[in-house]
């Protein structure tokens, strides 16, 4: 039995130190470098007013045609005028009567604006025309167009039963009132067409509608097109299952449940369980969206498998879970019977969830679209998935997707559609043995794994874990998979990151049921990526591994929850307001970390969560807030004048530097003594200003450089940390005219350790955390599970 006095801690703010308001600063008074003046601004006022005749003719046909109906017009940003200081002036610029007109964003860095008749234009031309007045707005827009729906060839459309099968998006206008008016307009236009039939309307989100169209003719799709409130008509995504697989014979032994037992619960969205003698008594229950003729239960069969004994097959102890129960939710057909449209699957999959919401809070999802995310813009099914799961209160486990660019020796595909969801966690795969011809080694990234990074360069997939192996035989592929059941109760291999994804479900199961704290996924999630790291035989470059592994291989739930007495982690789980920001001066930091030249050691691991603020209409920017987090060290504390403008806080810091830089460090390679922690976690991204949901850092403060050590290490120095949140201006400006608070969830974990297994680091920090008067605890854990650390092998 582990030792409980070692469990990692929960720690809180304290209101009257740590809490801070946000202060601001900057000359906003100088333009930028980019802002157009003089006789260049008039020519360009110039150019944009030519625009609007056409514009203007334009919007006065659309609203003849469509009465009450807002146009679109596409407003063209250059790349320098994207940032949040700048996007201000241009929302502005568009403005009428204080309410902001821009609805959206593309990928292309177009804004949508929303014009409700003709005559805004005036006020636009009056803008244009006092050109000096507006020079920052002006200058930052490269032209104004009409915009109008982009169609594909007929033949990207699909077909079912004849028909061609759509996918349309209305516009969102932020406005209830308008977007009723509006979507009761697109089913008249459907109503009084007999070439066009409205299957379904399924709400992916909060601000997002798919409605399932089907049309007789390809001018049907054109009539829809010209309306004022389409914003897309995209083919009708269709899924299928690809299974590689072939049967073993393998004689082993399967547990049955015992009546005392508490078990890890696992949803399964899938195929369908079969009932399988190893699996009957996990299956706690069921449900299906799917006609018995139809359901072939081969793969959610095998998936199921994996979560209850994965590590019975492997004969090793991947996850440490020996027994899974199992909700079997049966959203998706036999491809080869009946195919499924995206939106059937997103209903089929919201009803499966709301059914077992309160009962199953980890649902595992090794299903998805054979489609590539788009680099910027977050796929509507990733939108859908995201709702469902902050609905609900669940957390969704979802496979990258697989490829087979190998069996041609290209690159491996980026991350599928689906698994681009922000809430989810993704998972890729990795190789769990290397046979003759294998094309992976050992711990690094199957062939088939699809990579990432996702929209917006944001880290997907987060983790890997065992999914099998392949070489290529004259163009066809030779499995190494990894072992379960099919749906007659037979081993057999098969490989895909369909069956990495379960093993990480089944250890956030595990976690889930060993912890004595309300279900919480964002702390769920963080407790995964702060304890994943890489295999120590995977030689990439950070970005590269980031890319292809995320953040590497988590480890069992048992470890998880638990430090040694050389290391402490802390939880800090809260929320951050627009305004406000979290500051601790006097972070506990153990003197016995110092060496005898007087620098601070110790290695450190922070790995932040933060819940975003999503927006599924603009575009890249879906996730709206962001949170920055610094660590590092100062000299001495120092007092503020708060009479002073811009100064809102009493205390404040001198000679801070934060810790979390890459530039701080040294490029040479760590001594040898460090190669085990270089390789497996050492993690220093240079993560800039984008709005990554989540983020991990993991640094040796031997390896600061030379002079740095002596800036910043040498004690005694104080150590502070620093949490504040972002927020886009479209968010901002819409939470004020709603009259809303900006607020968003985190959780942070950060590790203290000696490499050396020396220091009493846990004992001190704990002792420190009390001077300190933090209100801090242990984790709390479910005394009636049997927690063991010391148990490497699996018997069979």
């Known amino acids: 039995m582990t030792n409980n006095n070692y469990l990692i801690k929960i720690i809180q703010k304290r209101k009257e130190t740590d809490e801070r308001e946000t202060e601001g600063g900057g000359d906003n008074s100088k333009l930028p470098?980019?802002?157009?003046?003089?006789?260049?601004?008039?020519?360009?006022?110039?150019?944009?007013?030519?625009?609007?005749?056409?514009?203007?003719?334009?919007?006065?046909?659309?609203?003849?045609?469509?009465?009450?109906?807002?146009?679109?017009?596409?407003?063209?940003?250059?790349?320098?005028?994207?940032a949040k200081s700048h996007r201000t002036a241009i929302n502005e610029f568009f403005q009428k009567k204080g309410r902001d007109k821009t609805i959206g964003l593309t990928n292309n860095n177009e804004l949508f604006v929303r014009v409700d008749n003709a005559n805004e234009f005036k006020q636009i031309a009056e803008k244009l025309s006092n050109f000096d007045d507006n020079a920052k707005a002006i200058s930052a827009l490269e032209n104004l167009d009409p915009f109008e729906v982009s169609l594909l060839d007929v033949n990207e459309y699909p077909l079912r039963d004849g028909k061609y099968v759509l996918k349309i998006k209305l516009f969102d206008y932020k406005n209830y009132r308008i977007n009723a008016k509006v979507e009761d307009e697109f089913k008249n236009i459907i109503l009084s067409n007999k070439q066009l039939d409205l299957v379904k309307t399924v709400p992916y989100s909060r601000h997002l509608k798919v409605h399932e169209v089907t049309a007789d003719s390809f001018e049907a799709i054109h009539v829809l097109a010209e309306f004022s409130g389409t914003l897309a008509i995209d083919p009708m995504p269709m899924f299928e299952v690809n299974e590689d697989d072939f049967f073993v014979e393998t004689d082993l032994k399967f547990p049955q449940p015992e009546k005392e037992m508490d078990y890890p619960v696992v949803g399964v969205l899938d195929s369908g369980i079969a009932p399988t003698t190893q699996l009957e008594s996990w299956i706690i229950d069921k449900h299906t969206n799917v006609p018995d003729e139809y359901i072939n239960q081969s793969h959610g069969t095998f998936v199921a498998g994996i979560i209850a004994f994965g590590d019975l097959f492997e004969k090793k102890t991947l996850t440490g879970v020996n027994g899974c129960k199992l909700f079997n939710a049966t959203v998706f057909p036999d491809a080869s019977k009946e195919k499924i449209s995206e939106t059937d699957l997103v209903e089929n999959i919201r009803d499966a969830i709301e059914k077992k919401k309160d009962e199953v809070k980890v649902w595992n999802m090794s299903l998805g679209s054979m489609a590539e995310a788009d680099q910027n813009e977050f796929s509507d099914f990733g939108v859908a998935l995201d709702n469902i799961q902050d609905e609900h209160e669940v957390l969704i486990i979802k496979s990258a997707g697989n490829c087979n660019n190998f069996l041609n020796k290209k690159s491996v595909s980026r991350i599928a559609r689906g698994a681009d969801s922000v809430r989810s966690l993704t998972v890729g795969s990795v190789a769990h043995s290397q046979n003759v011809g294998d094309l992976s080694k050992v711990n690094t990234p199957s062939p088939f794994s699809r990579i990432g990074p996702g929209p917006s360069f944001i880290i997907k997939p987060e983790l890997v874990h065992y999914g099998g192996n392949?070489?290529?035989?004259?163009?066809?592929?030779?499995?190494?998979?990894?072992s379960s059941l099919s749906q007659d109760g037979l081993i057999k291999k098969a490989i895909g990151t369909s069956f990495s994804t379960p093993r990480v479900a089944a250890i956030a199961a595990d976690l889930n049921l060993k912890l004595e704290e309300e279900f919480d996924p964002i702390l769920i999630k963080a407790l995964l990526l702060h304890s994943a790291s890489y295999p120590d035989n995977v030689d990439?470059?950070?970005?590269?591994?980031?890319?292809?592994?995320?953040?590497?291989?988590?480890?069992?739930?048992?470890?998880?929850?638990?430090?040694?007495?050389?290391?402490?982690?802390?939880?800090l789980r809260d929320s951050i307001s627009k305004g406000e920001y979290i500051e601790i001066l006097d972070f506990p930091y153990p003197e016995s970390l110092v060496d005898e030249d007087g620098h601070y050691t110790g290695q450190i691991i922070v790995t932040l969560?933060?819940?975003?603020?999503?927006?599924?209409?603009?575009?890249?920017?879906?996730?709206?807030?962001?949170?920055?987090?610094?660590?590092g060290t100062y000299d001495q504390k120092k007092l503020r004048d708060t009479t002073k403008p811009?100064?809102?806080?009493?205390?404040?810091?001198?000679?801070?530097?934060?810790?979390?830089?890459?530039?701080?460090?040294?490029?040479?390679?760590?001594?040898?003594?460090?190669?085990?922690?270089?390789?497996?976690e050492k993690t220093l991204i240079k993560y800039g200003n984008k709005f990554y949901p989540n983020r991990k850092y993991a640094l040796d403060l031997t390896e600061l450089t030379k002079s740095n050590k002596e800036k910043f290490l040498i004690s005694p120095k104080n150590w502070y940390l620093k949490l504040e949140g972002l927020f886009r201006s479209h968010i901002e400006q819409l939470a004020e005219f709603e009259r809303s608070d900006l607020t968003q969830e985190f959780c942070m974990l950060l590790t203290i350790r000696d490499p050396n297994q020396k220091a009493p680091v846990y004992q001190e920090v704990s002792k420190l955390l009390e001077i300190n008067n933090f209100i801090h605890r242990n984790i709390k854990i479910n005394q009636n599970i049997d927690i063991r650390l010391d148990d490497d092998s699996m018997g069979v």
């Not at 802002?35 to 150019?47: F, N, P, Q, Y």
């Not at 392949?470 to 499995?479: H, L, R």
């Not at 530097?657 to 003594?673: H, I, P």
């Open 540 to 571: 990439m470059e950070i970005n590269q591994k980031i890319d292809q592994m995320g953040f590497g291989l988590p480890k069992k739930a048992d470890e998880i929850l638990f430090n040694n007495p050389h290391e402490i982690t802390v939880v």
């Open 33 to 82: 470098d980019w802002v157009m003046e003089g006789a260049v601004l008039e020519k360009h006022s110039r150019t944009l007013m030519g625009s609007l005749s056409s514009l203007e003719q334009f919007v006065s046909n659309k609203t003849k045609q469509f009465q009450a109906i807002p146009v679109v017009i596409k407003a063209k940003v250059n790349n320098d005028a994207l």
């Open 470 to 482: 392949c070489g290529v035989d004259n163009g066809v592929a030779i499995i190494n998979g990894v």
């Open 646 to 680: 811009m100064i809102k806080n009493e205390l404040g810091k001198e000679g801070a530097q934060n810790l979390l830089q890459s530039s701080l460090y040294s490029k040479k390679k760590a001594a040898k003594d460090l190669v085990e922690f270089a390789n497996q």
């Open 609 to 631: 969560v933060n819940n975003p603020i999503l927006d599924s209409q603009q575009g890249p920017e879906y996730c709206q807030s962001n949170i920055d987090v610094k660590f």
